[in-house]
Protein backbone atom coordinates (compact mmCIF):
# COMPACT_ATOMS: atom_id res chain seq x y z
CA UNK A 1 0.00 0.00 0.00
CA UNK A 2 2.98 2.22 0.83
CA UNK A 3 3.78 2.02 -3.20
CA UNK A 4 0.43 3.13 -4.21
CA UNK A 5 0.79 6.31 -1.74
CA UNK A 6 3.99 7.11 -3.58
CA UNK A 7 2.58 6.41 -6.92
CA UNK A 8 -0.57 8.66 -6.27
CA UNK A 9 1.64 11.16 -4.89
CA UNK A 10 3.53 11.48 -7.65
CA UNK A 11 0.76 11.41 -10.23
CA UNK A 12 -0.57 14.73 -8.42
CA UNK A 13 3.15 16.37 -8.28
CA UNK A 14 3.20 15.96 -12.10
CA UNK A 15 0.13 17.88 -12.52
CA UNK A 16 0.62 20.09 -10.18
CA UNK A 17 4.56 21.20 -11.58
CA UNK A 18 3.16 21.19 -15.13
CA UNK A 19 0.23 23.24 -14.08
CA UNK A 20 1.98 25.88 -11.90
CA UNK A 21 6.00 25.61 -13.47
CA UNK A 22 7.65 25.81 -16.54
CA UNK A 23 8.29 22.16 -17.59
CA UNK A 24 8.69 22.55 -21.40
CA UNK A 25 12.45 22.16 -22.51
CA UNK A 26 14.00 24.96 -23.71
CA UNK A 27 15.31 22.98 -27.14
CA UNK A 28 12.17 23.18 -29.81
CA UNK A 29 10.87 20.70 -31.61
CA UNK A 30 12.15 21.84 -34.93
CA UNK A 31 9.48 22.84 -36.46
CA UNK A 32 10.51 26.51 -37.28
CA UNK A 33 12.83 24.76 -39.89
CA UNK A 34 9.91 22.98 -41.43
CA UNK A 35 8.49 25.51 -44.09
CA UNK A 36 5.06 24.97 -46.22
CA UNK A 37 4.83 26.45 -49.90
CA UNK A 38 1.95 29.00 -49.48
CA UNK A 39 -0.67 28.06 -52.30
CA UNK A 40 -2.66 31.63 -53.92
CA UNK A 41 -4.67 29.23 -56.09
CA UNK A 42 -5.77 26.63 -53.59
CA UNK A 43 -8.14 24.55 -55.75
CA UNK A 44 -10.19 23.73 -53.33
CA UNK A 45 -13.29 24.26 -50.94
CA UNK A 46 -12.90 24.82 -47.49
CA UNK A 47 -15.74 22.93 -46.51
CA UNK A 48 -14.71 19.85 -48.52
CA UNK A 49 -11.39 19.55 -46.97
CA UNK A 50 -11.27 15.72 -45.44
CA UNK A 51 -9.25 14.99 -42.19
CA UNK A 52 -10.11 11.66 -41.48
CA UNK A 53 -8.02 8.88 -40.78
CA UNK A 54 -8.20 4.96 -39.85
CA UNK A 55 -5.55 4.05 -37.59
CA UNK A 56 -5.37 0.62 -35.28
CA UNK A 57 -9.00 -0.30 -36.44
CA UNK A 58 -11.03 3.21 -35.60
CA UNK A 59 -12.07 5.90 -37.74
CA UNK A 60 -10.77 9.72 -36.03
CA UNK A 61 -12.39 12.64 -38.04
CA UNK A 62 -9.13 14.25 -37.68
CA UNK A 63 -5.44 12.89 -36.89
CA UNK A 64 -5.09 13.64 -33.47
CA UNK A 65 -4.93 11.70 -29.79
CA UNK A 66 -4.92 13.63 -26.52
CA UNK A 67 -1.85 11.61 -25.17
CA UNK A 68 -1.46 9.54 -21.76
CA UNK A 69 -1.87 12.48 -18.61
CA UNK A 70 -3.28 11.13 -15.87
CA UNK A 71 -5.04 8.31 -13.84
CA UNK A 72 -5.11 7.59 -10.23
CA UNK A 73 -6.40 10.04 -8.41
CA UNK A 74 -9.66 12.07 -7.69
CA UNK A 75 -8.54 15.04 -9.66
CA UNK A 76 -7.20 12.96 -12.54
CA UNK A 77 -10.48 10.78 -12.65
CA UNK A 78 -12.07 14.36 -13.36
CA UNK A 79 -9.48 15.45 -15.91
CA UNK A 80 -9.55 12.08 -17.75
CA UNK A 81 -13.47 12.52 -18.16
CA UNK A 82 -13.43 15.98 -19.34
CA UNK A 83 -10.31 14.57 -21.75
CA UNK A 84 -12.53 11.32 -22.86
CA UNK A 85 -15.73 13.90 -23.85
CA UNK A 86 -13.88 16.30 -26.08
CA UNK A 87 -12.59 13.74 -27.47
CA UNK A 88 -15.74 11.80 -28.33
CA UNK A 89 -16.78 15.24 -29.12
CA UNK A 90 -14.26 15.94 -31.91
CA UNK A 91 -14.14 11.74 -32.38
CA UNK A 92 -10.13 11.87 -32.03
CA UNK A 93 -8.48 9.72 -29.97
CA UNK A 94 -7.30 9.52 -26.23
CA UNK A 95 -4.74 7.71 -24.07
CA UNK A 96 -4.80 7.48 -20.19
CA UNK A 97 -2.10 8.03 -17.98
CA UNK A 98 0.06 5.18 -16.77
CA UNK A 99 -2.01 2.66 -15.03
CA UNK A 100 0.57 1.39 -12.91
CA UNK A 101 -1.67 2.52 -10.02
CA UNK A 102 -4.56 0.78 -10.71
CA UNK A 103 -2.95 -2.58 -10.97
CA UNK A 104 -1.37 -1.87 -7.39
CA UNK A 105 -4.70 -0.87 -6.11
CA UNK A 106 -7.39 -1.97 -8.36
CA UNK A 107 -10.31 0.58 -6.13
CA UNK A 108 -8.34 3.35 -8.48
CA UNK A 109 -9.34 1.64 -11.74
CA UNK A 110 -12.37 3.73 -11.80
CA UNK A 111 -10.56 7.32 -12.46
CA UNK A 112 -9.22 5.65 -16.00
CA UNK A 113 -12.55 4.19 -16.66
CA UNK A 114 -13.59 6.80 -19.82
CA UNK A 115 -15.53 4.78 -21.67
CA UNK A 116 -18.81 5.60 -20.80
CA UNK A 117 -17.93 9.51 -21.76
CA UNK A 118 -15.47 8.33 -24.59
CA UNK A 119 -18.72 6.89 -27.03
CA UNK A 120 -16.26 4.53 -29.23
CA UNK A 121 -13.06 6.59 -29.81
CA UNK A 122 -10.12 5.10 -30.16
CA UNK A 123 -8.57 4.85 -26.42
CA UNK A 124 -5.05 4.00 -25.79
CA UNK A 125 -4.17 1.89 -22.19
CA UNK A 126 -0.61 3.05 -21.06
CA UNK A 127 1.69 0.93 -18.92
CA UNK A 128 5.31 1.74 -18.52
CA UNK A 129 8.26 -0.75 -19.37
CA UNK A 130 10.15 -0.81 -16.53
CA UNK A 131 7.18 -2.67 -14.96
CA UNK A 132 7.57 -5.37 -17.98
CA UNK A 133 10.86 -5.84 -16.64
CA UNK A 134 10.48 -5.92 -13.03
CA UNK A 135 7.87 -8.60 -13.41
CA UNK A 136 4.49 -7.42 -15.14
CA UNK A 137 3.10 -9.85 -18.03
CA UNK A 138 0.80 -10.43 -19.83
CA UNK A 139 -2.22 -10.66 -16.86
CA UNK A 140 -1.43 -6.70 -16.07
CA UNK A 141 -1.11 -5.71 -19.52
CA UNK A 142 -4.83 -8.03 -20.35
CA UNK A 143 -6.13 -6.10 -17.25
CA UNK A 144 -5.06 -2.34 -18.52
CA UNK A 145 -6.77 -3.06 -21.49
CA UNK A 146 -9.64 -4.90 -20.46
CA UNK A 147 -10.58 -2.30 -17.14
CA UNK A 148 -11.10 0.74 -19.43
CA UNK A 149 -12.21 -0.95 -22.77
CA UNK A 150 -8.97 0.21 -24.62
CA UNK A 151 -8.44 -0.94 -28.22
CA UNK A 152 -4.73 -0.58 -27.95
CA UNK A 153 -2.04 -0.56 -25.45
CA UNK A 154 0.94 2.15 -25.00
CA UNK A 155 3.87 1.17 -23.23
CA UNK A 156 5.78 3.84 -22.32
CA UNK A 157 9.63 3.94 -22.59
CA UNK A 158 10.68 6.50 -19.87
CA UNK A 159 14.83 5.98 -19.16
CA UNK A 160 14.90 9.44 -18.91
CA UNK A 161 11.95 10.48 -16.52
CA UNK A 162 13.67 7.15 -14.08
CA UNK A 163 17.26 8.17 -14.35
CA UNK A 164 16.64 11.73 -13.44
CA UNK A 165 14.02 10.27 -10.46
CA UNK A 166 15.98 9.69 -7.33
CA UNK A 167 13.48 6.98 -6.70
CA UNK A 168 13.03 5.75 -10.42
CA UNK A 169 13.39 2.03 -11.82
CA UNK A 170 16.47 1.57 -13.42
CA UNK A 171 16.51 -1.81 -14.50
CA UNK A 172 16.62 -1.73 -18.31
CA UNK A 173 18.33 -4.54 -19.22
CA UNK A 174 16.06 -7.01 -20.85
CA UNK A 175 13.44 -4.38 -22.04
CA UNK A 176 13.21 -5.46 -25.73
CA UNK A 177 12.98 -9.04 -24.80
CA UNK A 178 10.04 -8.23 -22.50
CA UNK A 179 8.29 -6.33 -25.59
CA UNK A 180 8.45 -9.15 -28.02
CA UNK A 181 7.47 -11.43 -25.55
CA UNK A 182 4.40 -9.20 -24.32
CA UNK A 183 4.20 -8.79 -28.16
CA UNK A 184 3.22 -12.42 -28.26
CA UNK A 185 1.47 -13.27 -25.61
CA UNK A 186 -1.71 -10.57 -26.22
CA UNK A 187 -4.09 -10.03 -29.14
CA UNK A 188 -4.67 -6.29 -29.00
CA UNK A 189 -2.29 -4.19 -30.55
CA UNK A 190 0.70 -2.84 -28.73
CA UNK A 191 2.29 0.71 -29.45
CA UNK A 192 5.62 1.88 -27.99
CA UNK A 193 5.56 5.36 -26.61
CA UNK A 194 8.52 7.75 -25.50
CA UNK A 195 7.60 10.61 -22.98
CA UNK A 196 9.44 13.51 -24.45
CA UNK A 197 13.21 12.00 -25.22
CA UNK A 198 12.46 10.97 -29.43
CA UNK A 199 13.27 8.00 -30.82
CA UNK A 200 15.92 7.40 -33.11
CA UNK A 201 16.25 5.07 -36.20
CA UNK A 202 18.61 2.51 -33.82
CA UNK A 203 15.67 1.86 -31.85
CA UNK A 204 12.97 2.11 -33.75
CA UNK A 205 14.19 -0.25 -35.99
CA UNK A 206 14.47 -2.71 -32.94
CA UNK A 207 10.69 -1.87 -32.36
CA UNK A 208 9.29 -2.22 -35.79
CA UNK A 209 7.71 -5.60 -35.21
CA UNK A 210 4.76 -3.80 -33.01
CA UNK A 211 1.84 -2.38 -33.91
CA UNK A 212 3.35 1.70 -33.84
CA UNK A 213 5.58 4.09 -32.26
CA UNK A 214 4.88 7.37 -30.65
CA UNK A 215 7.83 8.92 -30.94
CA UNK A 216 7.13 11.42 -28.56
CA UNK A 217 10.52 13.79 -29.23
CA UNK A 218 11.69 16.69 -27.42
CA UNK A 219 10.40 20.18 -27.58
CA UNK A 220 7.33 19.80 -25.59
CA UNK A 221 7.22 18.84 -21.98
CA UNK A 222 10.16 17.81 -20.60
CA UNK A 223 10.46 15.26 -17.58
CA UNK A 224 13.77 16.21 -16.86
CA UNK A 225 12.22 19.55 -16.11
CA UNK A 226 8.68 18.08 -14.20
CA UNK A 227 11.22 15.96 -11.65
CA UNK A 228 13.68 19.01 -11.11
CA UNK A 229 10.71 20.51 -9.70
CA UNK A 230 9.78 17.32 -7.39
CA UNK A 231 13.54 16.53 -6.33
CA UNK A 232 14.50 18.40 -3.05
CA UNK A 233 18.02 17.32 -2.57
CA UNK A 234 21.42 17.89 -3.89
CA UNK A 235 20.32 15.48 -7.22
CA UNK A 236 18.12 18.59 -8.26
CA UNK A 237 21.12 20.00 -10.14
CA UNK A 238 21.30 16.39 -12.45
CA UNK A 239 17.97 17.25 -13.31
CA UNK A 240 18.44 20.98 -14.10
CA UNK A 241 21.51 19.31 -16.78
CA UNK A 242 19.32 16.54 -18.49
CA UNK A 243 15.97 19.23 -19.27
CA UNK A 244 16.88 19.35 -22.82
CA UNK A 245 17.62 16.13 -23.38
CA UNK A 246 16.56 13.85 -26.68
CA UNK A 247 15.84 13.66 -30.48
CA UNK A 248 13.76 16.69 -31.30
CA UNK A 249 10.43 15.42 -32.76
CA UNK A 250 11.03 16.38 -36.29
CA UNK A 251 14.28 14.82 -36.42
CA UNK A 252 12.68 11.76 -34.62
CA UNK A 253 9.28 11.93 -37.38
CA UNK A 254 11.97 11.38 -40.09
CA UNK A 255 14.36 9.15 -38.30
CA UNK A 256 11.60 6.62 -37.71
CA UNK A 257 9.11 6.81 -40.80
CA UNK A 258 10.54 3.66 -42.39
CA UNK A 259 10.46 1.38 -39.34
CA UNK A 260 6.58 1.34 -38.56
CA UNK A 261 3.21 1.39 -40.31
CA UNK A 262 1.77 3.75 -37.51
CA UNK A 263 4.02 6.48 -36.54
CA UNK A 264 2.26 9.26 -34.08
CA UNK A 265 4.38 12.55 -33.22
CA UNK A 266 3.62 13.64 -29.90
CA UNK A 267 6.35 16.37 -28.33
CA UNK A 268 5.58 20.02 -28.44
CA UNK A 269 2.71 19.74 -31.08
CA UNK A 270 1.11 23.03 -30.21
CA UNK A 271 -1.21 23.39 -32.91
CA UNK A 272 -2.75 22.74 -36.61
CA UNK A 273 0.08 23.95 -38.23
CA UNK A 274 2.47 21.46 -35.88
CA UNK A 275 0.38 18.72 -37.02
CA UNK A 276 0.23 19.29 -40.68
CA UNK A 277 3.64 19.37 -40.42
CA UNK A 278 4.22 16.46 -38.59
CA UNK A 279 1.97 15.27 -41.37
CA UNK A 280 4.19 16.20 -43.90
CA UNK A 281 7.27 14.83 -43.16
CA UNK A 282 5.79 11.29 -42.33
CA UNK A 283 3.87 11.18 -38.90
CA UNK A 284 0.39 9.50 -39.49
CA UNK A 285 -1.15 11.14 -36.82
CA UNK A 286 -0.06 13.40 -33.66
CA UNK A 287 -0.67 13.47 -29.68
CA UNK A 288 -0.81 16.28 -27.40
CA UNK A 289 -0.84 16.68 -23.63
CA UNK A 290 0.96 19.92 -21.90
CA UNK A 291 -1.48 22.21 -23.15
CA UNK A 292 -4.50 19.95 -22.86
CA UNK A 293 -3.86 19.41 -19.66
CA UNK A 294 -3.92 23.36 -19.01
CA UNK A 295 -7.20 23.40 -19.83
CA UNK A 296 -8.48 20.30 -19.14
CA UNK A 297 -10.54 20.84 -15.19
CA UNK A 298 -12.54 24.07 -17.87
CA UNK A 299 -14.57 22.00 -19.98
CA UNK A 300 -15.63 25.13 -22.34
CA UNK A 301 -12.14 26.38 -22.26
CA UNK A 302 -10.81 22.59 -23.47
CA UNK A 303 -13.64 22.26 -26.20
CA UNK A 304 -12.29 25.75 -27.46
CA UNK A 305 -8.91 24.96 -27.54
CA UNK A 306 -9.45 21.65 -29.04
CA UNK A 307 -11.56 23.20 -32.13
CA UNK A 308 -9.09 25.75 -32.47
CA UNK A 309 -6.47 23.74 -33.02
CA UNK A 310 -8.65 20.95 -35.30
CA UNK A 311 -9.83 23.97 -37.24
CA UNK A 312 -6.00 25.45 -37.52
CA UNK A 313 -5.12 21.79 -39.52
CA UNK A 314 -8.26 22.07 -41.55
CA UNK A 315 -6.95 26.35 -42.92
CA UNK A 316 -3.38 25.20 -42.87
CA UNK A 317 -4.60 22.11 -45.84
CA UNK A 318 -6.39 24.93 -47.10
CA UNK A 319 -3.81 27.10 -47.90
CA UNK A 320 -1.37 23.76 -48.88
CA UNK A 321 -4.55 22.95 -51.50
CA UNK A 322 -4.49 19.84 -49.60
CA UNK A 323 -8.08 17.80 -49.74
CA UNK A 324 -7.28 15.24 -47.32
CA UNK A 325 -4.80 13.46 -45.02
CA UNK A 326 -2.99 11.58 -48.31
CA UNK A 327 -2.39 15.26 -50.48
CA UNK A 328 -0.87 16.62 -47.03
CA UNK A 329 1.72 13.60 -46.89
CA UNK A 330 2.51 15.00 -50.46
CA UNK A 331 2.90 18.52 -49.98
CA UNK A 332 5.96 20.56 -51.10
CA UNK A 333 8.36 20.85 -47.38
CA UNK A 334 11.42 22.80 -47.25
CA UNK A 335 13.68 21.46 -44.44
CA UNK A 336 16.35 24.35 -43.41
CA UNK A 337 18.71 25.58 -40.92
CA UNK A 338 19.60 23.66 -37.82
CA UNK A 339 17.08 20.61 -38.29
CA UNK A 340 18.65 20.23 -42.40
CA UNK A 341 22.11 20.20 -40.55
CA UNK A 342 20.79 17.66 -38.32
CA UNK A 343 19.37 15.50 -40.59
CA UNK A 344 22.40 15.94 -43.28
CA UNK A 345 24.87 14.83 -40.59
CA UNK A 346 22.63 11.60 -40.04
CA UNK A 347 22.46 10.48 -43.63
CA UNK A 348 18.86 11.81 -44.32
CA UNK A 349 20.18 14.31 -47.59
CA UNK A 350 17.75 12.05 -49.73
CA UNK A 351 14.49 12.22 -47.76
CA UNK A 352 15.17 16.22 -47.96
CA UNK A 353 15.70 16.55 -51.23
CA UNK A 354 12.62 14.39 -52.36
CA UNK A 355 10.60 16.69 -49.67
CA UNK A 356 11.36 20.01 -51.78
CA UNK A 357 10.47 18.74 -55.20
CA UNK A 358 7.38 17.04 -54.33
C1 LIG B 1 1.55 15.68 -16.36
C2 LIG B 1 1.95 14.71 -17.43
C3 LIG B 1 1.85 13.35 -17.16
C4 LIG B 1 2.20 12.41 -18.14
N1 LIG B 1 2.07 11.07 -17.87
C5 LIG B 1 2.32 10.16 -18.83
C6 LIG B 1 2.08 8.77 -18.60
O1 LIG B 1 1.62 8.37 -17.53
N2 LIG B 1 2.36 7.89 -19.61
C7 LIG B 1 2.86 8.31 -20.81
O2 LIG B 1 3.06 7.48 -21.70
N3 LIG B 1 3.10 9.61 -21.05
C8 LIG B 1 2.84 10.54 -20.10
N4 LIG B 1 3.05 11.89 -20.36
C9 LIG B 1 3.72 12.27 -21.62
C10 LIG B 1 2.75 12.74 -22.70
O3 LIG B 1 1.86 11.72 -23.08
C11 LIG B 1 3.49 13.28 -23.94
O4 LIG B 1 4.17 12.23 -24.58
C12 LIG B 1 4.51 14.37 -23.59
O5 LIG B 1 4.00 15.20 -22.58
C13 LIG B 1 4.87 15.24 -24.79
O6 LIG B 1 3.75 15.94 -25.28
P1 LIG B 1 3.49 17.49 -24.97
O7 LIG B 1 4.73 18.25 -25.33
O8 LIG B 1 2.31 17.87 -25.81
O9 LIG B 1 3.18 17.61 -23.51
C14 LIG B 1 2.68 12.85 -19.41
C15 LIG B 1 2.75 14.23 -19.67
C16 LIG B 1 2.40 15.15 -18.71
C17 LIG B 1 2.49 16.62 -19.03
Given at each position: ???V???K???????????????Q???????EDVE???????????????????????K?D?????S???????????I???I????N?FN????VGSQ?AM???S?L???Y??R???GDI??L????????I?G??E?????A???I?A?A????????Q??????G???F???L?A?????K?????I?????G???S????????F?????????G?????????Y???D??KE?A???????I????S???T????DLLI??????????IA?????G????????????VAE??EK?E??I?NI?LS???T??LLG?E??E??K?T??I???????IL????????????S?R
Open positions: MKDKITKRKDDHINYSLKENVSYRTAGFFIHHSLPEVNFREIETGIEILGKLYPLIIAITGGTERAKKNENARVCEIGMGRIEDSEYTEVEYALLANLGLPQFLYTKEAEKVKTDDLAVHLNALEIVQPEDTEKGGKLKKLKSVDFPIAKETAGIRETAEKLSLDGIDIGGLGTSFSAVEYRIKSQIRLFWDWGPTVQIIERSYTATGGIRSGIDKSIAIADCCGIALPVLKDYLKQRLLKKMFCNIDLRTVIKGKMREEIRGYSDIINEFK
